[in-house]
T-cell receptor
């Protein structure tokens, strides 16, 4: 089946640094990718929707300058958490929409810990 | 915003059927019902989806009421590995981008 890979799976960084998380669709082209954030014992919260070659659409309350999203190709989207702070510590999950079928496939998530 | 409501938690005995309900009373005619599950610290896993007919696959069955305002996911013979949070999501068509997770149901399968 279709696979979505996220890297890194875990990252620890110091407060004030920036962290980049990659999301790749390994065997299909994804016209649209989505980024979610999940805090402990909570549900997934949609942060933004990105279409290949255009600017991401952010959900209300999500700072676009804080969470930079780039979707430069049909198989890769990146989320950069800029000037990370401890409150940004969370589980970040991406999903990719299959360009042909519209099915959504989720990555395994990336756990960010900001010290 | 999520358009579904689910009980926060349920228990099920191993080997028995697990029936997970979902209310989606404001569902529109072109919206599908999707079910995903999330095992601790992993990404969501697709289970099944349907529009108005009941659906079955190797993982589960989906029963949708005639008025489409609610549905039930059935795991016919629950195992310990089915312990997870189960999410019911409505989506416009099979290609819609509005894919919001509700609070889900935490299912615990008991030995």
């Amino acid at each position: 089946g279709a696979v979505v890979s996220q890297h890194p799976s875990r990252v620890i960084c110091k407060s004030g640094t920036s962290v980049k998380i990659e999301c790749r669709s390994l065997d299909f082209q994804a016209t649209t990718m989505f980024w979610y954030r999940q805090f402990p014992k909570q549900s997934l919260m949609l942060m933004a929707t990105s279409n290949e070659g255009s600017k991401a659409t952010y959900e209300q309350g999500v700072e676009k300058d804080k969470f930079l999203i780039n979707h430069a190709s049909l198989t890769l989207s990146t989320l950069t958490v800029t000037s990370a702070h401890p409150e940004d510590s969370s589980f970040y999950i991406c999903s990719a929409k299959h360009g042909n079928t519209g099915e959504l496939f989720f990555g395994e998530g990336s756990r960010l810990t900001v010290l | 915003d999520a358009k579904t409501t689910q009980p926060p938690s349920m228990d099920c005995a191993e080997g028995r059927a697990a029936n997970l309900p979902c209310n989606h009373s404001t569902i529109s005619g072109n919206e599908y019902v999707y079910w995903y599950r999330q095992i601790h610290s992993q990404g969501p896993q697709y289970i099944i989806h349907g529009l108005k007919n009941n659906e079955t696959n190797e993982m589960a069955s989906l029963i949708i009421t005639e008025d489409r305002k609610s549905s039930t996911l059935i795991l016919p013979h629950a195992t310990l590995r089915d312990t997870a949070v189960y999410y019911c999501i409505v989506r416009v068509g099979r290609t819609g981008n509005q894919f919001y997770f509700g609070t889900g149901t935490s299912l615990t399968v008991i030995p």
